[in-house]
């Protein structure tokens, strides 16, 4: 990772990324496109707009301070992601998909953002989530903490227009707030164990356990498998990821999902 101080901006040298790919590839629900490669979006409260391509980026009015206490762990810019490619290349099917998403990088979420944003994600479409999210944000003029929401109940979160889902964010929020489930406890538990945590909020199964596991606390052997998942393991993986994917099967998922979802 190389970077300079312009002004108030920071200027990211990073070959490895491709903000499209990136922020819109359904990892993330709080990015829009707003210009030519320029995204605006947060992490938890922390605004940015960023733009660029070709390895060279603009992370504009954004203090060093900012930058290195929060954007270098959310873009995961201290990983070399060229070494992922080269671990996957082994794969004829990973050298693939990484060839044709050559910018995509996981990002550190924030585990509770991570959390009730998949909750949303059941049975739904990136629009439609990111829908739900801005009108949550913009009610409370902040991402709401699990205090604040265990306090409501479907009725009063009507507004959000998120149908069953809400009841499973209160039960979320009443969960964490009262230590029931620790999210900071499970970002240290051996994976099984944190995804058992994780389902005993209703409406937590294993995908979503799995997705809050995966960007919201890093673990990179959390694999969620929604229906492009299963369907290229289904017809490419039958017996199991490549031994090359094992220990960052979370990395290699976003490679193969972004592949099968825009080639089928």
């Not at 300079?4 to 359904?26: A, F, H, K, R, W």
Request: glycine share 6%.
């Amino acid at each position: 990772m190389k970077y300079e101080v312009m002004g108030n901006d920071i200027i990211l040298y990073q070959p490895d990324l491709i903000l499209s790919e990136t922020l819109d590839c359904g990892q993330a629900f709080r990015w829009e496109l707003t210009g030519e490669n320029t995204y605006s979006g947060y992490c938890i409260d922390t605004p940015l707009t960023i733009s660029g391509s070709d390895g060279r980026f603009v992370l504009k009015d954004t203090s060093e301070e900012i930058f290195l206490n929060v954007w270098v762990n959310y873009f995961d810019l201290e990983t070399d992601y060229s070494e992922y490619k080269r671990i996957y290349s082994s794969d004829e099917t990973l050298l693939k998909a990484c060839d044709y998403s050559k910018g995509i990088r996981l990002l550190k979420q924030d585990a509770w953002e991570a959390l009730v944003s998949y909750i949303f994600s059941q049975h739904n479409n990136i629009p439609r989530i990111k829908g739900i999210i801005s009108r949550l944000v913009s009610h409370y003029g902040c991402f709401p903490t699990a205090d604040v929401l265990a306090k409501e109940t479907p009725e009063t979160l009507s507004f959000l227009r998120s149908g069953f889902r809400a009841k499973y964010v209160i039960d979320a929020a009443q969960k964490v707030a009262s230590g029931e489930v620790d999210l900071e406890k499970c970002k240290i538990l051996q994976i099984d164990e944190a995804r058992q945590e994780l389902m005993k909020i209703k409406g937590v199964g294993p995908k979503v356990a799995d997705c809050v596991m995966l960007y919201g606390m890093h673990k990179l052997e959390a694999f969620p498998v929604d229906v492009w998942i299963k369907r290229a393991m289904e017809n490419y993986y039958p017996n199991g990821l490549p031994e090359c994917a094992l220990g960052s099967q979370g990395v290699a998922q976003l490679y193969i999902f972004n592949y099968i979802r825009n080639l089928e």
